[in-house]
């Protein structure tokens, strides 16, 4: 089945313990993103790669590290998460970037920075 | 980058009637697509509409765009329960998504 899969669905950790969320998609899609969702502030930004060889910040990537050693993994890594990274991360990709990409979401990772 | 700006931020309708929900967005555009997302779930592509075109039809969905007024609305004809959810447009070269339309339909 065509899917991106995002873990852990749920996450809670402290203020400053380094932690990382894998995001892994198996269509072969060459464009991935990650965003953030927060009430009332709809879906932002934080990073996204064209392809394996360019990575880009978003609206939003104070705070966050990606990775895109290989094609189909996407990891984000928050080195010292505080508690206003606590929120909704979704991440997404697409066979192309750009407005003609159509992207596909993973399910979701609910973070709590206590 | 530019949000699209989604419009109402809630609507509330009986099932059977027709939801529409409008998007403006600040920039000339190439395509311009929209999304769902049922209660915190990952979002789901609907629809893409090119900038060359008027009206797009997927099913009960019927999206049109103005780019003259920079704006696109979303039309759900005959709403079922099961169109309960979040709406968003996206439409810039990173595709980002505003605070979106929640439309709850009543049964």
């Known amino acids: 089945e065509a899917q991106v899969t995002q873990n852990p669905r749920y996450l809670i950790t402290v203020t400053g313990k380094k932690l990382t969320v894998t995001c892994s998609q198996n269509?072969?899609?060459?464009?991935m993103s990650w965003y953030r969702q927060d009430p009332g502030l709809g879906l932002r930004q934080i990073y996204y790669?064209?392809?394996?060889?360019?990575?880009d910040k978003g609206d939003v990537p104070e705070g966050y590290k990606v990775s895109r050693k290989e094609k189909r993994n996407f990891p984000l890594i928050l080195e010292s998460p505080s508690p206003n990274q606590t929120s909704l991360y979704f991440c997404?990709?697409?066979?192309?970037?750009?407005?003609?990409?159509?992207?596909?979401f993973g399910s979701g990772t609910q973070l709590s920075v206590l | 980058s530019q949000q699209g700006e989604e419009d109402p931020q809630a609507l509330s309708i009986q099932e059977g009637e027709n939801a529409t929900m409008n998007c403006s967005y600040k920039?000339?555009?190439?395509?311009l697509q929209w999304y769902r997302q049922n209660s915190g779930r990952g979002l789901v592509h609907l629809i893409l509409?090119?900038?060359?075109?008027r009206e797009k039809h997927s099913g009960r969905l019927r999206v049109t765009l103005d780019t003259s007024k920079k704006s696109s609305s979303l039309l759900i004809t005959a709403s079922r329960a099961a169109d309960t959810a979040s709406y968003f447009c996206?439409?810039?070269?990173?595709?980002?998504f505003g605070a979106g339309t929640t439309v709850t339909v009543r049964a």
């Open positions: 790669s064209m392809n394996v060889e360019v990575t």
């Open positions: 996206a439409y810039d070269y990173k595709l980002s």
């Open positions: 509409i090119r900038s060359n075109e």
């Open positions: 269509m072969n899609h060459e464009y």
């Open positions: 920039t000339s555009i190439n395509n």
């Open positions: 997404a990709s697409s066979l192309i970037g750009g407005s003609e990409g159509k992207l596909f």
